[in-house]
Each structure stands twice: as structure tokens, then as C-alpha cells.
């Protein structure tokens, strides 16, 4: 403690604004939780005195091993005054509601050296991992730096809650730790100078509209400005989609939603918030987010009461908290009151805007002739396009638009440039056939071209039919704002795909599909240099393929992450690591495959489960693997029917599981909680 005492002392030399870094070096310390002893890395947080000037202090902590029942790395202990005491609990409710990320959170007792220092506030830490839990993957927090805001001296009157127009500018960003930083920071930098500009059709090219209407209701009920002014703003960036919204972060108690003169709290001086608000699309999905936090207004306040009963009487009795205890009760007390008139007047401003939105869409004439740089299609029919120049060089990035229906007609060969990449926010349909296949290659064979990608998130219902393609020699890139880990992408848009080979590719996966749904049958995975398939957050089916190892000792035949898959009849064989890898609350019915020759058949962690029946096994160092790598799941749950005639060899560890079951309960539990068919 005398280390926390004296780094502390420092931050208040410093101005009482933003600790110095050596004062926030971490410590080894030991906690004791209900008799369970963790091993953590401790250490002081907060940017201003309140939360490190007194006896009770904020603190961040890490854990350092991978433990049973804890489900996240990092933890913040917060004074409960500094979070407005329930607030945090109702946020959360809130946060659930509208399906955005929430934290978990509890109220708990803290001793430190033997003395008592009350109840705190905690919660895990908002980053990646905790995106990932929430079913938000591949996405980045983006948060500004604190210290370098300070010591530029861009800041007046250390006034950290303006909108200077230093913040939107990427200088004051915080370090971004991904491998593709460098492309995030110039695609922040661009969405930053066009807020600057105040272009609002440019503004709205980075906008992740949906979330951000869910985040501006989150905002709008619980009063919150604070949180999203100067540098307490959080950004999401979306690698899938190159989209941006705002992290629901609550930092402070809740408020009024109406200033004193009664209009809606909200700094229309910020750009961003001012193009929001002028956008009449945005504004109604708002408050259809809006209506339903009303539908369960009732719900909200019961549960106020509950948590009330439950933390308040400990909350008043705790001589740690500064603040005098009639006044937290009080606090507590009027925050009710603050929610309950926030509910009536989003009642009477939602239920009385119209904005006259035309859903009616404005019927385009599309031309007979379509060019996009040197690609050039002949219309077959309204927005459906075919390409004409079978033959064809690609020197240089290409990006389709979205409104059209394009289709590769088959015998087409396509060679790119090295690390060039068509990218298509349009469906493109790939119309080989066993006798006159598509190509897709590089110009040369020792300079592999970007990606193929289909990004469909701005196209409602996007497909795509891929039949009998040859792909190869392509690489990953990132291309306006998205990186595509696959030499072929399809990301927001369903893959339909027989007959096609994918191979010698040197990406981290040969195919990778994102938030879609796929049927892959018939089909070639070879030679790519880490994973052959890779599917996040898909559901379908992948049958009868053949998937032949890579040259990378990580490298996966099909790997799954938040995904729902029926895997049958395909041959998994040569793979250094797993031939199925299955990952991240991933579900999976794998059913008459033969895995010949692999470091291991079948790999389930991470709150996984799989059926596994009716397989073939052959020389493999290890049939079925399960357990936990990441902190924030589980192990891996495995069920095998009981009459099976197969010996495995499965290792697993303390976290996962695996159940022999009866035959009708086997077939029952595939029947309710796992796919059968497409």
C-alpha cells in the first residue's frame, strides 16, 4: 500500500489530472476470493484525484492464470459514488436489452493487508476479449491517450470533457495493438477528417448506423453526456466491415435527459452527433430501440427496486465512502425518480416524431453497359450483370459497389497483380462449370495477388453461388477498411458452393466466411498456407469435401468460431495441427468423416460442444482434444453415443467434459440442440 500511497501522491503533484506512467506500474499481488487464492497483477486507476486522492482508491487488477470459475482477464475496483452506486447495474440491464456489450459486475467487500476498505464497485475491463465473449468478434476498442492529450498542451484548463478539435485527430489516439494498426489508425484518420469537414455524406461511409441507434437509446435513457464527450469516448471499429460506433460505457450516475430549459441533453456541436441527429433513417431506428426500452418499463423499475434492496443498506453503512451517507441515500433515491422521468419523456418524444421516412424505394434505371475501372459487364436483366471480358488483368485494387447482381460467366480466367484485390459490396455469383472452369490466379507465380471478397453487410438478403472455381495463389489484404484473412472472402452474404478448388494460397485461411450462412459440398481445400475453411459466426452445412493439410504447423482444415455447423462425409488428411478445430461457443454435429494421418482429428474448446458418431479414424497421434484456451469461456464439451463402436483416444482437461449417452438420448440431444441438415 505505501507504493500505491506514494504513486498516488505523485498524481496529485502531476495536477490531479491523469497519473504519470510510473505510477501506474503493476504489482504481484495475491487474492483471496471465498477461500480461493488467484495470483494478480494490481495496480492504480483512474485519470482524475478522486479516484486515488483518499483512503479508498480505484484500482485495476489482471489475472495471470487461467482459473475455473472466473470468465474475463481484467477487472477495475471502483469507488461505488464515482459510478453513481447502481447505476452501473442498471446500464447493464439496459445494455442486455438492446443487445449491445455488456460487462459483468457485482458489488463486493475489499480488505487489503488485512484492513478493510469497504465495498467496491467491480467490473471487467472493457477490450477485445470482452467484445468476443458478447458475440462482437474481430472488432477493435479504440480510446484516447490520456497523457499525450495532457502534455500537448492542446487541452486548456485541463478540460477533458470538451470537443477540441484536437480529438479527431489520430495523435491523440491510444496506442492500437492489433497487427493491422497501421491501416486502422488511416482509416480513423480519415473518419476523423471527415468530421472535421462536417461532410455528412462521408461521415456516414464509417457509421455503423444499427449499433449506433442501440448506443444513442442506451444513451438517451440513462442521461449520459459525460460518456461520450472528450476522452471518455470509446470507439468499436469493425474489422469485418470497416464500420464504427461508440462504446456504452457508463462512467458517471444516471442523469436527466432534458437540460433546464427542458429540450433533449445532447452537444450538438459535435459533429457527429449533429449529422445523427439531422438524419431522419437513423433518428427512427433510434427510437425503435427507444420503444423497446418502454415496452419494459415496468421491468426496468422492479428491477431498480431489487437491486436497491439488495446493495443500498450496505452501500449507507460504509463509513469508507467520503460522501456523507444521508446524501447517498438520497442519491440513490433520486435516481429512481431521474429514471422513471427520463421513461416519460422519451414516451412523448417518440410517440410523437414523424419523420415522414418514404420506404418506398426510388426505382434506379440501371444501365446496359457497367464500368468499374477495367472490369466491364453487359446487363441481363434490371440490377444483374454479367462480366464480358473473359480473359482478364487486374493491376490495381477494385472495389464494386453495392445495388448489383454480378456474375462471373464460366471459362473466365482472372490473373491480378501482386497483393491486388477485387472486392465487391454486390453479390458475385461464379457461373463455372466442370468443363469450362472459372480461374482466379496472380499475374505471376512468385508475387501472390490480395483477395477475392464479397462483403454484403450494406446488401439485406446478399448470396452468392460459387460452382466450380479454381483459386490459388492468392494472399489476405485490407482493402477500405476491412482486412480479409482468405484469399477468398464472403463476408454478411451466404455462400452456396460445389465443385471448387481452393489451394496454394498463402493467407491465414484458403476460404473464410463471416456472419452468413454457407452449404459447401464437393469441393478441394489444399495446400493453403494455415486454414483451409475458416467460418466465424456461420451456420450450415460442409459435406463431402476433401481437405488436405497446409504448410503451417497451426494451420486447421475447417475452424470454427461462433459458429453452428453439420459437418459429414468429408476426408480430413495431413494436418500438423487439427483437422477440425472447434472454437468459441461454436456448435457442431460431425458425422461420417475420415480423418487419416493428422497431429489431431478433432479439436473442441473455448464452450464448445459437438456430437461426434460414425467417424473414421486412421493413424492419428490424437483422435479428440478438449479444453480451455481462452479465459473468458469455458472447455470443450464432447457427447459420443454409447453403443459406438469406435476406440478413441481423447485427452482433455479440469475445464471440459465428454458423455457417452443412450442411443435415443444421443439422438434426441442432435434432434433439439444441433443441425442436421442446411
Known amino acids: 500500500m505505501n507504493y500505491f500511497d506514494d504513486a498516488a501522491k505523485k498524481g ?92 459483468e459486475q457485482d458489488m463486493v467487500f475489499v480488505t487489503i493487508n488485512g484492513d478493510s476498505h469497504g465495498i467496491y464497485y467491480m467490473e471487467e475491463q472493457y477490450n477485445e476479449d470482452f467484445l468476443e465473449k458478447n458475440g462482437y468478434p474481430n472488432m477493435v476498442i479504440i480510446k484516447y491517450d490520456n497523457l499525450a492529450i495532457k502534455n500537448s498542451g492542446k487541452i486548456s484548463n485541463n478540460d477533458f470533457t470538451g470537443l477540441d478539435p484536437y480529438f479527431y485527430d489520430v495523435k491523440s489516439l491510444d496506442k492500437i495493438n492489433h497487427p493491422k494498426s497501421a491501416e486502422i489508425t488511416e482509416r480513423m484518420q480519415q473518419f476523423f477528417s471527415a468530421l472535421q469537414s462536417k461532410n455528412e455524406d462521408q461521415i456516414f461511409k464509417y457509421l455503423d448506423i444499427d449499433n449506433l441507434a442501440k448506443f444513442e437509446a442506451w444513451r438517451s435513457f440513462l442521461g449520459k453526456t459525460h460518456d461520450i464527450n472528450g476522452i471518455n469516448r470509446r470507439y468499436i471499429y469493425n474489422l469485418s466491415n470497416g464500420k464504427i460506433f461508440i462504446l456504452p460505457r457508463l462512467e458517471s450516475e444516471i442523469r436527466l435527459l432534458v437540460d433546464k430549459d427542458g429540450n433533449w441533453d445532447i452537444n450538438k456541436q459535435d459533429p457527429l452527433f449533429d449529422a445523427l441527429y439531422k438524419n431522419k433513417t437513423f433518428l427512427k431506428k433510434r427510437d425503435n430501440e427507444l420503444r423497446k426500452i418502454l415496452k419494459n418499463k415496468e421491468n426496468i423499475l422492479e428491477y431498480y427496486d ?46 410523437n416524431d414523424n419523420y415522414n421516412i418514404n420506404d418506398n424505394k426510388v426505382q434506379n434505371k440501371f444501365p446496359e453497359t457497367l464500368q468499374i475501372n477495367s472490369l466491364i459487364f453487359r446487363q441481363t436483366f434490371e440490377n444483374n450483370y454479367v462480366l464480358i471480358n473473359k480473359n482478364l488483368y487486374i493491376y ?226 490424437l483422435d479428440i482434444n478438449l479444453y480451455k484456451k481462452k479465459i473468458i469461456f469455458e472447455g470443450g464439451h464432447l457427447f459420443l453415443m454409447d453403443d459406438s463402436l469406435d476406440v478413441l483416444n481423447i485427452s482433455l482437461d479440469k475445464f471440459s467434459s465428454y458423455k457417452y449417452l443412450e442411443k435415443k438420448k444421443f439422438l434426441d440431444l442432435i434432434k433439439n440442440n444441433f443441425l442436421l441438415t442446411h
Do not use: W
Open 12 to 103: 496529485i503533484e502531476n495536477g490531479g489530472i491523469v497519473l504519470p506512467k510510473e505510477s501506474t506500474k503493476e504489482r504481484n499481488v495475491t487474492l483471496n476470493v471465498e477461500k480461493k487464492t488467484y495470483s494478480i497483477l494490481l495496480s492504480l486507476h483512474g485519470d482524475y484525484e478522486n479516484h486515488y486522492a483518499n483512503y479508498k482508491k480505484s484500482y485495476k487488477g489482471e489475472f495471470t492464470e487461467v482459473e475455473d470459475e472466473i470468465f474475463y482477464n481484467n477487472f477495475r475496483l471502483l469507488e461505488p459514488h464515482d459510478r453513481g452506486y447502481l447505476s452501473p447495474f442498471v446500464s447493464t440491464y439496459i445494455s442486455k436489452l438492446l443487445n449491445l456489450p455488456s460487462v
Open 306 to 351: 431489487k437491486i436497491e434492496k439488495l446493495y443500498a443498506p450496505t452501500i449507507i453503512a460504509d463509513q469508507t465512502i467520503v460522501r456523507p451517507y444521508r446524501e447517498r441515500k438520497f442519491d440513490m433515491t433520486r435516481h429512481k425518480t431521474v429514471l422513471q422521468n427520463n421513461l416519460n419523456f422519451i414516451e412523448k418524444i417518440v410517440y
Open 396 to 621: 490495381e485494387d477494385i472495389v464494386i459497389p453495392s445495388g448489383y447482381i454480378i456474375n462471373i460467366p464460366k471459362g473466365s480466367v482472372i490473373r491480378l497483380s501482386s497483393q491486388s484485390s477485387l472486392v465487391s459490396y454486390s453479390p458475385i455469383n461464379f457461373n463455372g462449370t466442370q468443363d469450362d472452369k472459372i480461374v482466379i490466379t496472380s499475374r505471376q507465380n512468385n508475387a501472390p495477388f490480395g483477395v477475392i471478397a464479397i462483403n454484403g453487410f450494406d446488401q439485406s438478403g446478399c448470396s452468392i453461388s460459387v460452382e466450380n472455381l479454381n483459386i490459388y495463389n492468392g494472399s489476405e489484404d485490407f482493402v477500405d477498411g476491412v482486412y480479409y484473412s482468405g484469399a477468398l472472402n464472403s463476408y454478411y452474404c451466404s455462400v452456396d458452393m460445389s465443385e471448387t478448388d481452393v489451394h496454394n494460397n498463402h493467407a491465414d485461411d484458403g476460404l473464410n466466411v463471416k456472419f452468413a450462412s454457407v452449404d459447401i459440398k464437393n469441393s478441394s481445400f489444399r495446400g493453403n498456407y494455415a486454414d483451409q475453411i475458416d467460418l466465424d459466426f456461420v451456420t450450415g452445412t460442409v459435406h463431402d469435401n476433401t481437405f488436405y493439410g497446409g504448410d503451417d504447423a497451426n494451420g486447421d482444415g475447417l475452424d470454427l468460431s461462433g459458429s453452428n455447423i453439420y459437418a459429414f462425409e468429408n476426408s480430413f488428411i495431413s494436418f500438423n495441427d487439427k483437422a477440425i478445430s472447434v472454437g468459441e461457443k461454436s456448435k457442431i454435429n460431425i458425422q461420417k468423416n475420415t480423418f487419416t494421418s493428422n497431429e489431431k482429428a478433432i479439436e473442441i474448446k473455448d464452450s464448445s460442444q459437438a456430437v461426434v458418431h460414425e467417424n473414421i479414424y486412421k493413424e492419428n497421434k
